[in-house]
């Protein structure tokens, strides 16, 4: 890799050892992609918060780093194992929950932002077209790509602390404008409406383009925030898509020829459509209902809330969200409805990054893809994917009579 002068004190340990180690991991990923150079960031999203992901491992080692140094970017912090503020009467596990807390210190310690969310989009972390950053968390990662219009690739835990305290990643893979274009062709033949509708489209497309770049073309209606939200959780859970281009929707996808150029497009209709909600069908008695995988956005909560007014969930309900929209919530008067109901708004955390295992669930809906596709195999949940509406009917009724 060719290296300016600074970039080479930094690896030099002229800036401290805490910079020349992260130095080092990033240019050892140049050497592994081919990468020429490297490239400034101006913020991360730094995933592996949850002490269920990091372990004792990560926890020690953001706390060795938090005594060397600090954040030279902006650095946003992904979903938390637990509810930081409510998490006793939540139920988890409080060895477990002063782990987490003691790792949430050692990113404080360094400058971190403190957002615990998986849409950082929502609260603040917007970045322009073009722009280079460095983010985790799947669902993120496909959104800031493909709807923004930035550039990052997938960082884990170390390589995301390694840019933060650099301001440095190596130019590969969806910095680079050749790696940005399309490689499979997607007719929608079908109206996609809702947020499920987009879910599904984005499994489908998921599990066939693995972790190249699905194109759309034919969505009629344009796509509201949530829609692309549910889409770029989707494509990331079934496959490893981290950019997607939607035909006249998205911002480098102005035509198909633009991103794709002449290709014979795979179908998506109403059979592709029932294929996938079959999969994911359940009926019978239900014990938990979610909403908010990735996090539910105020326009989503105010939606919960109006159709929980004066009723009560027989079902565990959570509404997962950050903290930042449930203060708005709060302000709303939602937040109260929810509660009276006897659901809960969940900060930080979700079921996928959370210790819930424990309270011995059998029965899950969610109008989540990506939890849809992953409880099952976390704990071995029978799991059926809805709309936000009857997410809502099932909880009230603690049962759902598996309608599609």
């Known amino acids: 890799m060719i290296l300016t002068d600074e970039e080479k004190r930094m690896l030099d340990g002229q800036y401290g050892d805490l910079v020349r180690k992260s130095m080092k991991i990033l240019v050892a990923l140049g050497e592994i992609y081919g990468a020429e150079k490297m490239l400034d960031i101006n913020n991360v999203h730094s995933p592996g918060v949850s002490y269920r992901v990091a372990g004792d491992a990560g926890l020690n080692f953001v706390k060795d780093a938090s005594v060397a140094g600090r954040f030279e ?33 050692a990113y404080h310690t360094m400058g971190a ?25 799947s669902s993120a990662i496909a959104f800031v790509n493909s709807v923004l219009g930035a550039r990052t690739n997938r960082e884990g835990g170390p390589s995301a602390l390694a840019a933060g305290i650099t301001g440095k990643v190596p130019a590969y893979g969806y910095h680079l404008d050749e790696n940005r274009k399309g490689k499979y062709l997607f007719k929608v033949d079908i109206d996609l409406k809702t947020d499920r509708d987009f879910a599904v489209l984005g499994y489908f497309a998921g599990k066939i383009a693995g972790t190249d770049v699905p194109v759309f073309e034919g969505i009629k209606r344009r796509p509201t925030l949530e829609n692309l ?12 898509v981290a950019l997607y281009h ?9 035509t198909t020829e633009a991103v794709i150029g ?3 497009p795979i179908r998506f209709g109403k059979k592709e459509y029932e294929e996938v909600v079959a999969k994911f069908s359940l009926e019978g008695d239900i014990d938990f209902v979610v909403t908010g995988c ?18 009560k969930v027989k079902a565990d309900f959570w509404i997962c969200t950050s903290r930042q929209v449930k203060t708005l919530a709060d302000k709303m008067g939602y937040t109260e409805i929810i509660r009276e109901a006897g659901a809960q708004i969940v900060c930080d955390t979700c079921p996928v990054l959370a210790p819930t295992s424990s309270k011995g669930y059998k029965k899950l ?9 992953y409880a099952p195999g976390l704990w071995n949940l029978k799991t059926g994917l809805i709309e936000i509406e009857d997410c809502v009917e099932a909880a009230i009724k603690g049962y759902w009579g598996g309608k599609v």
């Open 294 to 311: 990735p996090h539910c956005s105020i326009n989503e909560v105010r939606r919960v809330a109006q159709l929980l007014a004066g009723k």
């Open 113 to 137: 932002i403190s957002t615990y969310t998986c849409t950082p989009y929502l609260v603040g972390n917007i970045p322009l077209r073009g722009e280079h950053v460095a983010w985790g968390e």
């Open 262 to 264: 002449k290709q014979e």
């Open 229 to 240: 939200k549910a889409l770029s959780a989707a494509v990331a859970s079934s496959g490893a």
């Open 365 to 373: 809906v969610t109008n989540s893809a990506k939890l849809a596709h």
């Open 246 to 254: 939607i035909v006249g929707v998205t911002p480098e996808a102005p």
């Open 73 to 105: 970017v902006p650095v946003t912090l992904n979903t938390i194992g637990i509810d930081s503020e409510n998490w006793e009467e939540l139920g988890f596990p409080r060895c477990f929950a002063l782990k987490q807390l003691e790792l949430l210190q």
